[in-house]
């Protein structure tokens, strides 16, 4: 498909610059069936409760968001690195700032007694770093590292400590993501505790989201288009929990994208969701027949995104078009920190 059926105007300030306090006062749009026909409601996250049905069950993204993002020197040049995916208990492969100033085997000074030497440059420009040492990279990267916020914030204002908190959602416990699954952000322990008094269940996987979500789509078609591969698991328990939640009539709500991208990888052609751990690359465009969820929690998307493509494969992309248009309009809140929406199609 022609990458410019996904573009539609969007004024600079409607990009959220802080979530919204408390974090399930944001607003919240609902799309009612998809289509052109289905229902539009103007809400906020706080009344999900209410637009689900007991017996429903959540799927939240467990991945915690490490300081992934690096400032450092090779010699007299200074050198950014973004992490987004580990290749090995010290290796992480990254998006490297300045990388003509890089050669195979330079060693890069990151500061606070952490460095790293740059291995295999991949045909995407993407170097792998592997960190000197005997701490945990982990350690290295919270002595070393800043969070990387997503471009369109970071463009605007600096990273500063308030986001080591906001970046991060209530439910993340698994190390290992460049970028929060955001959806997320919008929950509280009072929003969970009322969805489990309404009947609505929950249940979590982990997908580490890598810096990948951040690029923009540069080919002209969508055929075109490499997602770049993201680690993933799907426990036993929580597929068990999708299957039970069907069978007794339920429907499965994914929160967030991530959640939604690694339910339909775990997927058979049966729908049925199996356990599933090891990387995933899907890439979901109009046509795409979902065999996970029957729902999603999301936040509202960049033009010409690979995100962007996914709603509309769900509703339907005249309908997302005419949604975002309404969001603009209604001066709803856009993005990683921005208002939610709920599609049910």
């Known amino acids: 498909m022609d990458v410019g059926l996904f573009d539609f105007d969007l004024p600079a300030d409607r990009i959220a610059l ?20 289905g229902a539009t409601r103007d809400r906020c996250v706080s009344d ?35 992490l987004h995916k580990r290749e090995g ?8 700032r300045n990388a003509r100033r890089v050669r195979e085997g ?20 993407s170097l792998a770093l592997e960190f000197e040492g005997a701490e945990p990279v982990e350690l290295l990267l919270e002595r070393a590292g800043t969070v990387p916020l997503p471009p369109y914030i970071a463009g605007r204002r600096a990273p500063d400590a308030q986001d080591r908190n906001d970046y991060q959602t209530m439910f993340a416990a698994s190390d290992g993501a460049v ?21 609505v269940e929950r ?11 951040f690029l923009p789509v540069k080919a002209e078609d969508t055929a075109d288009h490499r997602m770049h591969a993201e680690w993933g698991r799907v426990s036993a328990e929580a597929a068990d929990a999708v299957r039970r939640t069907r069978a007794a009539g339920g429907r499965v709500i994914a929160a967030g994208t991530t959640s939604l991208r690694l339910l339909e990888s775990a997927a058979a052609v049966t729908g049925e969701v199996r356990p599933f751990e090891g990387d995933t690359a899907i890439f979901i465009t109009p046509g795409h027949r979902f065999r996970a969820v029957e729902g999603l929690v999301t936040n509202f998307h ?32 856009f993005y990683s920190y921005g208002d939610a929406s709920l599609l049910l199609p």
């Open 302 to 333: 960049l033009p010409r995104s690979t995100l962007f493509m996914l709603v509309s494969a769900l509703m339907g992309l005249e309908r997302m078009k005419a949604a975002y248009a309404h969001a603009v309009a209604e001066r709803y809140r």
């Open 106 to 125: 330079d060693r890069i000074d990151f500061g606070a007694d952490v460095f790293a030497v740059a291995r295999d440059r991949a045909e995407d420009g």
């Open 89 to 96: 208990p010290r290796r992480w492969r990254a998006f490297v």
């Open 18 to 37: 802080r979530p919204a306090s408390p974090r399930d006062s944001a607003r919240m749009l609902v799309l009612d069936g998809a289509g052109t026909g």
């Open 48 to 82: 999900l409760p209410s637009e689900l049905r007991a017996g429903d069950l959540l799927v939240f993204n467990d991945t915690r968001v490490i300081p992934a993002q690096l400032e450092g020197r090779r010699g007299n040049a200074a050198v950014g690195a973004t």
């Open 179 to 199: 970028a929060a699954p955001t959806a997320s952000l919008h929950f509280t322990p009072a929003l969970v505790a009322a969805l489990e008094a309404a009947g």
């Open 203 to 213: 249940v979590t996987v982990t997908l580490h989201v890598g810096a990948g979500t």
